[in-house]
Structures are given as structure tokens and as C-alpha cells.
């Protein structure tokens, strides 16, 4: 990792611009800084095999740190900023990092360009596998799994973006919306950026105006982001702030199609699409856009099949470092944990999880299509659907005056007496994992409306 880290490195030349947001820093500053960054760590003892655990608001400093230590050969666990400490020591349990680096002060809110971090020594074991990315399963259903990326499995992610038809190019500025913490921001952001000598720009904050105002300001050429972010855009339309774009995707959950549908009529382009995994990276590209439920043909180097209506891919080897899951790997395939088919062109179509399929009175109903009807409801923003024997739906809206009830009515219009939420709760908006991911667990979706009724939000059926 150390020798490829040091090659993007050096790939471009001292002028070139690879970071923006208020000021830019180009590819000799950054390899100033991250030298600079090094030697920091270097005086604490970290090296060779250390493993160091990244708490690091988004900002030039946690990219700069990232390739920092995997310059010094340490595995890095890549830890979000927002969570708390309890949900970081679960994840500190589940690693044993001998160093945390996190930013000397308070956090501030939004992107910022720098942070004084502090490097610390702490009770933890050295890396015991040759991983140099370590991150965890989104949580959305129960205690998050750890996963570790090999310098092989990193560099062969890399180069199938710059493969990719319609990818960033050189030159060109990459609006990146996708947390830098999280796998496509490090990867298909930061480090195919590095070997495309593309320029990453980053948002003061994740709002459609702040969003739209960094778009115009860079004259942006690309732009990536979950779907959330997509459908901010298209709800406050500026398309003169994003003329210069020629290409954006979405990754992270599946793009509903009448998001999809919105941001083209505004805009005038489509969204294209990225699916993958965190224990994976990316699997298929579609960037010139594509009809929903296709996510786009697999990428070059990926070989993927559908077996029992499940999507697998091939791997060398387990993802999951602190024990494997039969269930999720076996016999050199990596199950998903999506439904799916391929067309006869090769596209891979989406039918939804694994888990999204329940019996209700021994009637089988997709939960997905329970959330397409909610999410067809002018006043709704987003919504998922829950449940094995019964169904319970979450809803998202901004609207003040849109009930439970109202929603239960459309939903009769729509769906069969079997389908039917038996519960629908209304919320200003559904909770989400620290990668951006509509939680889909029961428990902590509950909390999360209980807390937000009891201070006077919207209403349950």
C-alpha cells in the first residue's frame, strides 16, 4: 500500500489541483501535507502494521491523514465523525486499534478545510492480516460486521473506475456529495481521483442550497451523491448553477426512479448509477443513467452471478476479519443480500433485499413495493417499510398536515387489502446509519419516531 500510495502520489504534476472547497490545494501541496502529516505520526510510533482508528470530520485533514498512514504501511479503520462514543468504543471493542486520531477541538458543523488532529497511543493489538481499509457493515440490521480491504482489493476498485465509460476524467472537477469517510468517498473519490488527475470539490454543507451555490462557484463537471442528496436538487431545480455538469451518479441505496425522473425533468440530464457493497467496492456502472430497477453492466474485473434470485460476487477471500459469515461467504462468493436477475444485454437488475420479502397471513408481499406507493405521495420525501408478520411504514415529509390516515387511504387506492400497512408513522424525516442509509431496523426506527412524536411531530395510525 505504501509503494502505491506513494505512486498517485507523484502521478501529477506540482500545479495540478486536486482538493477544493474554499481555497484549493494542489497535487505539491498535498504531498507536502501529507509528508508533513507523517512525520507527526511517525514520533508516536505509528508504522508498519499499526492500526489506527480515523474519527475524523470531513475535511482536507482526514483525507491527508488517510494517506498519511497508509503511506507509513498502518491499517487504517475508518471510524464516522458523527457518531457517538459509545457507538465508536463498539467499534473500538470490535477492532483494538493501538492509535485514534481525531481533530484536537469541537467539531464544527459542515465541511471543513482543517482540523489540528491529534494523534494518540491507546490499549490495542497490531494488524493481524495484511488489510489496510478497515470498515463496518452500515448497522441498519444489528451489530455491525467488520470489514477489511486488501492493498490488491483497493488497487483492482481503482482500476476498474478509471475504466469505467463516462467516469471523471482528468482535468475535470468531481463534485463529491459522498461522505470521504465512507468507501466510494475514500476510493471511488479520493483515490481514483488521485490516479485520474481528477479535482475533487466539496460542499460547505450537505443542503441543496449550499450544494447548488459550490456546483456554480467550481463550475462543476460531475457530480456523485446518494440519492437523498439527488432529490434535493431536484426539489429546489437551479439548473444554471449546475450548466457545466456532463455526468453525475448515484450510489450507496438504491435511486428511486421518480427521484430520478424529477432530476432529469430539471436539470436536463440523467443520473447515472454505481452499485456496491463496502465489503466489495464498486460492482456495476451505469453513468449515462439507466431505467431503475438496472443498475448497469458489471464492471471490468467483476464477475458476478444470480443464484436462487440472489446476487453473488467473486472474491479471493472473506471480507469479514473478526469472523466470516456463512451465510454472506462461501465457497469463493460474497452474497449481496439483493435480489436479482440479469437482462439479456447484461444489465443487473435490482429487485430489492433479500429481507424485503415477508409472508403476511400467508400472502408474500415485497416491502418494496409498499415504499413505492408511499413514496409516490406528493407530500412524501421518503419512506421504508418494516415488518415479518405485519407491516409497520415510516414516512418522511415536509409537510405539517399530511396524517397517517391520509396515507392509509392512498395506500387502500393503491396496494391490496394484504399489503396494507397495519401501521404507518409519520416523522419530518427517517433516521439514518452514519453512511447516509435509511435505518431499516425496527427498533431503532421506533425509537427514533417515539422521540421525535413526544416533541409534537407529525402522527401514527
Not at 505539491?28 to 492500526?51: E, K, M, N, Q
Not at 490516479?195 to 454543507?205: D, E, P, Q
Request: hydrophobic fraction near 40%; glycine fraction near 10%.
Amino acid at each position: 500500500m505504501r509503494s502505491f500510495i506513494t505512486e498517485l502520489l507523484h502521478r501529477h504534476g506540482d500545479e495540478v489541483p486536486i482538493l477544493s472547497h474554499r481555497s484549493t490545494v494542489t497535487h505539491g501541496l498535498l504531498r507536502a501535507d501529507v509528508t508533513a502529516h507523517a512525520l507527526r505520526f511517525a514520533a508516536v510510533g505509528i508504522g508498519d502494521g499499526s492500526t489506527v482508528a480515523v474519527q475524523v470530520p470531513p475535511s482536507f485533514s482526514q483525507l491527508e491523514a488517510v494517506l498519511a498512514l497508509w503511506s507509513l504501511g498502518a491499517q487504517v479503520i475508518s471510524i464516522d465523525h458523527r457518531l457517538r462514543p459509545a457507538e465508536a468504543h463498539v467499534l473500538h471493542e470490535l477492532t483494538r486499534p493501538e492509535f485514534l486520531v481525531h481533530p484536537g477541538g469541537t467539531p464544527a458543523q459542515g465541511f471543513q478545510e482543517r482540523y489540528g488532529l491529534v494523534a494518540e497511543r491507546v490499549e490495542g493489538l497490531p494488524a493481524a492480516s495484511p488489510h489496510r481499509l478497515v470498515q463496518f457493515s452500515s448497522g441498519s440490521t444489528g451489530r455491525p460486521k467488520v470489514i477489511g480491504r486488501s492493498t490488491p482489493s483497493l488497487v483492482d476498485e481503482v482500476d476498474r473506475f478509471s475504466a469505467a465509460d463516462g467516469m471523471v476524467r482528468r482535468g475535470e472537477r468531481l463534485l463529491l456529495l459522498n461522505s470521504p469517510a465512507h468507501s466510494f468517498g475514500l476510493i471511488g473519490g479520493l483515490l481514483h481521483s488521485l490516479a485520474a488527475g481528477a479535482h475533487l470539490v466539496f460542499a460547505a454543507s450537505p443542503t441543496a442550497e449550499d450544494i447548488l451555490s459550490c456546483a456554480r462557484t467550481h463550475e462543476v463537471d460531475f457530480v456523485t451523491g446518494l440519492p437523498f442528496h439527488f432529490d434535493l436538487l431536484a426539489s429546489s431545480p437551479d439548473r444554471d448553477a449546475l450548466r457545466t455538469v456532463r455526468g453525475a451518479f448515484a450510489g450507496g441505496e438504491m435511486m428511486p426512479q421518480d427521484v430520478a425522473d424529477r432530476f432529469l425533468a430539471a436539470y436536463g440530464f440523467p443520473v447515472g448509477e454505481c452499485f456496491g457493497t463496502t465489503e466489495t467496492g464498486g460492482l456495476t456502472m451505469a453513468v449515462s443513467g439507466t431505467v431503475r430497477p438496472s443498475v448497469g453492466r458489471p464492471m471490468s474485473g467483476i464477475t458476478a452471478r444470480v443464484r436462487n434470485g440472489l446476487v453473488e460476487v467473486a472474491l479471493p477471500e472473506t471480507p469479514y476479519l473478526a469472523e466470516n459469515d456463512p451465510a454472506r461467504f462461501s465457497g469463493g462468493w460474497f452474497r449481496t443480500g439483493d435480489r436479482g436477475e440479469f437482462t439479456a444485454d447484461g444489465e443487473l437488475r435490482l429487485l430489492g433485499r433479500a429481507d424485503s420479502l415477508v409472508v403476511v397471513r400467508g400472502n408474500k408481499v415485497d416491502l418494496t413495493e409498499v415504499e413505492h406507493v408511499l413514496r409516490g405521495h406528493p407530500q412524501v420525501t421518503e419512506a421504508v417499510a418494516v415488518g415479518r408478520t405485519e407491516i409497520r411504514a415510516y414516512v418522511g415529509t415536509a409537510s405539517s398536515t399530511l396524517t397517517a390516515q391520509a396515507l392509509s387511504d392512498w395506500c387502500t387506492e393503491r396496494l391490496a387489502e394484504f399489503k396494507l400497512p397495519q401501521h404507518i408513522h409519520v416523522m419530518d424525516v427517517l433516521p439514518r446509519t452514519s453512511s447516509g442509509k435509511i435505518i431499516r431496523n425496527m427498533e431503532p426506527l421506533h425509537a427514533s419516531y417515539l422521540q421525535a412524536h413526544s416533541a409534537g411531530n407529525n402522527g401514527t395510525k
